[in-house]
């Protein structure tokens, strides 16, 4: 019984009493004495399975969360190696990397002297047509 049922059944007991009831007797007494006590024994029994069941879900929720702790502990564990991993090569290949921005330098100063040099042809090449039709 929930507490709200217990204290309705006990006030409707008392008023009934107050209400007019004779005097009750010995036996009368130790009856509602002895039915209160099977209600508050309920209530309490009701009490004890609603914490037991909320205590067991609490630890199914903990259990749960120490699982989902674990498997992100792994995952970061895995990610921090794999990090270190590449770190490594980055470091094995940053002396490439260097050689290919001096490449790259070298063909940018290449084109700039084949584009010079074709401007250059082709003056030269205006000054010999003008030679020529003279």
Known sequence: LSRGQMSMDLE???AAAAAGR???GPQE???ACEKMFEKIIDYVEGELTSTTAQYG???ELNDCATKDYAQMTNDAAK???EMVQLTEKYA???PHFVAVDELSQAVEKLQIAAKELDAYTRRLEGKFKALDRR
């Open 79 to 81: 990610v921090n190696t």
């Open 57 to 59: 879900l609490l630890t």
């Open 12 to 14: 409707g007991e008392a």
């Open 92 to 94: 094995q290949l940053q």
């Open 29 to 31: 007494k130790e009856a």
């Open 22 to 24: 004779r005097m009750a």
